[in-house]
């Protein structure tokens, strides 16, 4: 990901929220209400080149079935009201739902044969040459490859929903203050408290404690770990690891933890669903992604690409963020203008980091003994 | 514990087996056929793909296994939580067992219910219940605070303290119910009469009692210690990384990396020192009187 044009980025940010104040300050021409979702179809004149066909009128093959894969909870249901029952209403294609996507389960799905995922939702450490021998390449004549963010597409993957790696904070353990960054993370002397991080090698832990370190976000990779690890001790007694995203919001929630490193979805729910005084601070923010893979011999793959070139367009790209702020992938995709804050997209600045998925593929190993070592000890 | 009071026993049990063969002993067929498929064949399989996975791997996973820092360290915290986890269920197990033989059988019924109450409840549950207690924010704490018996928050938990409170607490039945089936067929009269001939009551204890209820104490501790190695769930959340167990590490491996021979190799591992484990217990007191102790109730 290290080709990713932050510029380009911006731009899309700077788009997005040019839309949303016109949209929001002026009663819409179309007479479409602010809160109508983002697959209007004015959103279609911002992408003239759209083929119509793909994105307005799908056609699916009758009685077709897909099983969709992915991490369930409010996540899944925000992909479902966003993308599923739209493209069921459309195309009358019915879904079956997993609610436990893991690279493990597609890896033993095509190793036995027995293929009954078609559309899998997964994370960024995943879909990459790597992973070659369990996916399906995608179908780039129905996918429009150039209209998704720049590093976020390759041959086997395409990123449906971006989200941060966020500093979430509680502004009642903070004595007035605002953290500015990673760098009042790891300052307990200004920010006393217990941290929130994530206990996996390839989610941010090693990057932010570099940003943290002074390390400037395009200067990242490849990745320094004893530095890391160095900068990571200066605070490992007072750090709380968190294995999955709920636990991440019931620490911040609970007051646990005076920090965390979150995703902004869950940060978002900790303020918005629990009602509890949390902020992000987007300042280095990790930008990523979740990507659609098509596991390898599903029978289905004509159809899991038909969707997977529907969901990805700019009219429909920008459901779910309806419901989770997890935002688009489509560079003319237009989120619901009062979402529109809460996007790790709208928030990315000069000092928003991206990872460099290959290098943290072709290194996990190594990345993942250092972590374990370190942790353990 | 003589040799010819074990020999007897054992003697009388070959003759019985021999007449049972043609008779009840096909019932137990569909659990023997259930235990091949569903269990020795599955261990097999995996012993094979650690040596088979990558292709031509060898001895490649458990070189892996022991040339990584972490997995040896962390297979050194599995057995040391372990044992902790042993000893404290044996503290606290033995005299509430103790006790259970002592008081009137109603009583003793009543005290044999506080240990399976929580025993029917799960694991899971009573896991995030200890997290409730112990976290810094947590009812303890908050309790201690408001008293102003304390002035920061005491670290119960993401230490070893809680993970040991939370396995000893899980794994205690297993410990107290072999404990108590050893001590309620020791005759009473024989502390009694070691008292009439002079000894001491703690002399009488240690000298009479507490020999007749060691089968109890090694049942019960085996069967905890070889349960607390599994564990996976309670030290990740009442632990910190540092009281990470070898589950864990194989959990990892199969969900993150998808390194299916190295998890292999690591499952073997646990398996083989769960063996050594158990043999060089045996050398101390022989297994089978042991358990035998809790099949034939006389």
Known sequence: MRSLSRPTLMLAAVALLISACSGGASPAPSGAPTTAPTTAPSGASAAPSAGADVCTAPTAKAGTTLTFASYGGVYQEAQRKGWLEPYSKLTGVTFTESEDSSNATIKSQVESGQVTWDVVDVGNDFGLEANADVLEPLDFSLIKKDEILDGFVGPYRVADITYGVVLAYRTDKVNGQVPQGWADFFDLTKFP????????????????????????????????????????????????????????????????????????????????????????????????????????????????????????????????????????????????????????????????????????????????????????? | MTAPATSAPGASRRSRGGSLINGWAWLALPTVVFLVVFFIAPLILMSIRSVTDPPGAGVANYREFFSSEADVRVLGTTFYIATISTLVCLLVGYPYAYLMTIVSPRVSGLLLIFVLVPFWSSLLVRTFAWEVLLRDTGIVNSLLLSWGLIGAPLTLMRNTLGVILGMSQILLPFMVLPLFTVMRRIDPELTRAAANLGAPPFAAFRRVFLPLSLPGVVAGSLLVFVLALGFYITPTILGSPRETMISRFIADQVQTRLNWGLASAMAVILMALTFLALIAASRVVRLRDVYGSLEDET
């Open chain 1, 193 to 377: 408290g217990k941290r929130g991080m994530y206990d996996y090698s390839a989610g941010g832990v090693f990057e932010v404690a570099l940003m943290a370190d002074g390390v400037a976000p395009k200067d990242l990779y490849p990745l320094d770990i004893p530095r890391a690890l160095k900068k990571l001790d200066t605070i490992k007694d007072q750090l709380v690891f968190w294995p999955g995203g709920a636990k991440s919001q019931e620490l911040i929630g609970s007051g646990e933890v005076a920090m965390s490193l979150m995703w902004n979805g869950r940060a978002w729910s900790a303020k918005h669903l629990d009602n509890k005084p949390v902020e992000i601070q987007w300042n280095q923010q990790l930008l990523t992604s979740d990507y659609l893979v098509v596991p390898k011999g599903t029978p289905n793959k004509d159809e899991a690409m038909k969707f997977i070139a529907w969901a990805t367009c700019a009219q429909n790209n920008a459901a779910p963020s309806q419901y989770i702020p997890y935002g688009p992938t489509n560079k003319n995709s237009k989120p619901q203008a009062d979402k529109i804050p809460d996007l790790a997209v709208s928030n990315v600045n000069d000092s928003t980091a991206y990872f460099d998925d290959k290098w943290l593929v072709d290194n996990a190993k190594p990345l993942d003994d250092a972590w374990n070592a370190w942790k353990t000890k």
